[in-house]
């Protein structure tokens, strides 16, 4: 059948009838009662079709089917407002349609399934589903066989559904298993779950490529399969920040459809060591803090946040660091140009910090790259020094239902740059104006204590002196690990991997241990501790002094950035 086939005919819908028209692009039905002239006429998208079958069926909250020979139901995506958040929701929208002939039916039925094969070439066939039964409200197995299962057999996705029993399970399995029958992966729960395929993916990648992830100058190759997420968890800041709403049903439609968002990736060295990959914050000071006090209160569930954050708060700690920064180019974008990363963005487009075009042999890619990377770590980093509430890096805006705007509002999600944020010592109050901006719309780099960089690459490290030797009592500045452990040339790409996995969990449960006995009672304390830890997009990092360097659209999610409620209605 001809991509650009047409087809025109009159139908019916309920006792109403209807000009039905399908061009390469649309599908249009306009009501022909002389009363309703003026009616605009109904228009979907071929791309946005979700799928075609013949009778009278229904898929959500329950499916139904009457076997017709005259008629066919439509599904597609249907958006409407999300209240109080930035984006819109997808809904399935459903349009039964009876034609005078079977025979017209079946014309309908494959001129439709023709125009969305043709227009819609990266929808997934088969997807690799992760769900995680324990994140969140421990509702992932029911979020998806009640709302997303039904969606993907409708729109034709097969999936091979594993359902986790233990951390880092999925991201075990992703760099061992057989991934070439699959064109994506999908989580379904929160950011942890979301990192642990992130991590998998980007492993698995690497290690393909003959690429040592330790090395901080290495050029990433980037992910062949996208991820998709299907909100389960806590907080789920990835899926808000690329999608701008909350919904099982919107991302599970976005997946259908193929949506490609790509996104950028912080990788955190310590030495000649990848420690994590990071998407959304890497916090220390205040954010460090309140993850190691949360640790100790898992109990609560997500109140543990809101007391913990309390408690931080009030103990009022400020920490000495170095923070040296690679400013990215002014010219292109700045974090305080009010500007916001939305679907189809143009900073995103046209930055000249893309990810490097594949290559047939990753490692000659490498080499070529590798001396120019080395001579920006020598040239032109920006060092500052200073006491900090706290220091953040994040390569999104980092939104979430309690923060519409995030940590850095003018973030850009593919643009190959970070935000660097800066918050100096300062009084309880004006730390306090400071995060409750983060849940308005006001300006919170508008103080005299706060200021952001657009950066490519940072390093932080410790004062020399007392603030070392206290630094050392929490894990020191190897926690243990020799330097012959950490030599670059002494390890694998796979020896490199368990090297790290193993030696991570003990950093892990170290640092844990440790920084929950120092921040236990902090306010009551007579010595504040003099260093904080890191988080990493949820996860308490084993080391203090890190390198973070920022890899443009390394992996591509299922998704489209944040549609514009305005610019959509416009078009529609």
């Known amino acids: 059948m001809e991509t650009n086939s047409r087809l025109e005919s009159t139908l019916w819908v309920g006792n109403k009838r209807y000009r039905a028209v399908l061009t390469g692009w649309h599908f249009n039905w306009t009501e022909l009662d002389l009363k309703d002239r003026d009616k605009r006429a109904n228009s979907v998208p071929v791309s946005e079709v979700v799928g075609v079958e013949e009778g009278r069926m229904e898929i959500l909250p329950q499916k139904s089917f009457e076997d017709t020979d005259k008629d066919f139901t439509v599904f597609y995506v249907k958006r409407s407002s999300s209240g109080g958040s930035y984006g819109l929701f997808w809904t399935l929208g459903q349009t039964q349609f009876s034609c005078p002939s079977q025979v017209l039916r079946n014309q309908w039925t494959e001129h439709l399934r023709s125009a969305v094969k043709n227009h819609s070439p990266l929808r997934p066939h088969r997807l690799l589903v992760f769900i995680n039964p324990f994140g969140g409200k421990k509702k992932g197995r029911e979020i998806y066989h009640s709302l997303v299962a039904p969606l993907f057999e409708l729109a034709g996705i097969s999936s091979h559904v594993i359902v986790t ?45 003959g690429l040592n992830e330790n090395d901080p100058a290495v050029i990433l190759q980037p992910c062949r399969l996208h991820i998709g997420i299907i909100p389960a968890g806590s907080t789920d800041c990835v899926c808000y920040t690329t999608v701008g709403v909350i919904d099982p049903v919107t991302s599970a439609l976005h997946i259908i459809i193929g949506d490609s968002q790509p996104l950028d990736v912080c990788s955190v060295h310590h030495s000649s060591t990848l420690l994590h990959y990071s998407v959304s914050l890497m916090g220390y000071g205040f954010y460090g803090d309140v993850l190691a006090e949360s640790e100790k209160h898992r109990w609560m569930g ?17 920490y000495a660091g170095i923070v040296q920064y690679l400013p990215a180019d002014p010219v292109l974008s700045s974090p305080r140009d009010r500007t916001r990363c939305l679907s189809g963005c143009s900073v995103c487009s046209r930055s000249t910090e893309q990810v490097f075009p594949q290559s047939s042999d ?3 890619l490498y080499s070529s790259n590798y001396s120019q990377f080395r001579t920006d ?12 509430r706290c220091v953040a890096l994040t390569c999104m805006s980092s939104s979430c239902e309690r923060s519409p705007l995030g940590l850095s509002p003018s973030a850009h999600l593919a643009d190959g740059t970070g935000d660097l944020i800066l918050v100096w010592d300062t009084h309880l109050l004006g730390f306090l104006k400071y995060l409750y901006r983060h849940t308005s719309t006001q300006d919170q780099f508008d103080l005299p204590f706060v200021e ?17 030797e206290e630094y050392e009592e929490i894990g020191g500045v190897n926690n243990g690990l020799d330097e012959e452990e950490t030599d670059e040339e002494t390890l694998s790409t796979s020896g490199s991997k368990q090297h790290l996995a193993e030696t991570g969990r003990r950093q892990e449960m170290t640092v844990k241990k440790n920084a929950g006995n120092r921040f236990f009672c902090g306010l009551c304390c007579s010595k504040a501790p003099a260093v904080s830890v890191w988080n990493c997009d949820g996860e308490i990092l084993p080391l203090v002094e890190i390198l973070c360097r920022i890899h443009g659209q390394l992996v591509r999610l299922y998704a489209r950035g944040i549609e514009d409620a305005a610019v959509m209605q416009e078009l529609q």
């Open 165 to 209: 029993q233990r951390a880092n399970q999925a991201r075990d399995d992703l760099l061992k298993k057989d991934l070439s029958s699959f064109d994506g992966v999908v989580c379904v729960g929160g950011d942890g779950t979301f990192s642990e395929i992130l991590h998998g993916l980007i492993g698995r990648t690497q290690q393909e490529a």
């Open 302 to 318: 997500p109140l543990r946040y809101d007391y913990s954050g309390t408690m931080v708060y009030l103990s009022n700690r400020s």
């Open 362 to 364: 990753p490692r000659s």
């Open 377 to 388: 770590l020598k040239g032109e980093w920006v060092t500052v020094d200073g006491k900090f």
């Open 452 to 468: 952001v960089h657009r950066v490519k690459a940072i390093r932080f490290s410790l004062p020399s002196g007392k603030q070392r």
